[in-house]
């Protein structure tokens, strides 16, 4: 089992850049991908970031290439997305995932709770 915990999610304006964390615990043996989803209101949830065991590869939804970066550091057990030029259309609550795999899956084995990121215009 691996339990994740995301953080940094928040209130900012239009333009901001916000940096969200995940923590993963339990059994964070290698490899295990990890990544982002977000779910607004009335949406599904949707992709948005993941980055292999090593942190060597990287995979983004077309539109968020060039404004959102995924990053681990394993020594930490800990994902960040760092997130720059915020627009309205990025609120929503945002979601850490984790598989025991190389890569990322479509559906993915475990989840955060969620942190509500909320951009005003």
């Known amino acids: 089992q691996v339990q994740l915990v995301e953080s940094g999610g928040r209130l900012v304006q239009a333009g901001a850049s916000l940096r969200l964390s995940c923590v993963a615990s339990?059994?964070?043996?290698?490899?295990?991908?990890m990544g982002w989803f977000r779910q607004a209101p009335g949406k599904e949830r949707e992709f948005v970031a993941a980055i292999n065991w090593s942190g060597g590869s990287t995979d983004y939804a077309d539109s968020l290439k060039g404004r959102f970066t995924i990053s681990r550091d394993n020594a930490k057990n800990t994902v960040y997305l760092q997130m720059n030029s915020l627009k309205p259309e990025d609120t929503a609550v945002y979601y850490c995932?984790?598989?025991?795999?190389?890569?990322?899956?479509?559906?993915?084995?475990?989840w955060g709770q969620g942190t509500q990121v909320t951009v005003s215009s």
């Open positions: 339990g059994r964070t043996f290698s490899p295990y991908a």
């Open positions: 995932a984790a598989d025991h795999s190389r890569v990322l899956t479509t559906t993915p084995d475990y």
